[in-house]
């Protein structure tokens, strides 16, 4: 709908300025045909501009683990000292 509407804007503008200036004429068109797609423009960003946010832990890992599993308690544990280390890393 907005496409067809710009399309006759532009022809009105083209009568309207052979009507001003006669040697316009070379202008004149029937028809005015126009690619449109329907695919965004891949815009390249600059990874340098780009802020990596980064939150403090509130985590403070003193939890009890009570995983029965051999495989999801370490992984517990793995976590564990995932905040532990983390908190030690932090700067204040």
């Known amino acids: 709908m907005e496409f067809n509407y ?17 040697k316009c004429i070379f ?22 501009k780009q802020k990596k946010l980064v939150y403090k832990e509130r985590a403070s890992g003193d939890f ?5 599993d051999k495989n999801l308690r370490k992984i517990i544990e793995e976590i564990r000292f995932a905040i532990k ?8």
Not at 6 to 22: A, M, Q, R, T, W
């Open 6 to 22: 710009k399309s006759n804007l532009i022809k009105s503008i083209l009568k309207k300025l052979i009507e001003i200036n006669p």
């Open 27 to 48: 202008m004149q068109s029937s028809q005015i045909k126009a690619f449109v797609t329907n695919k965004k423009e891949l815009i390249e960003i600059d990874d340098s």
């Open 64 to 68: 009890e683990n009570r995983a029965k």
């Open 85 to 92: 280390n983390s908190e030690e890393n932090e700067p204040n």
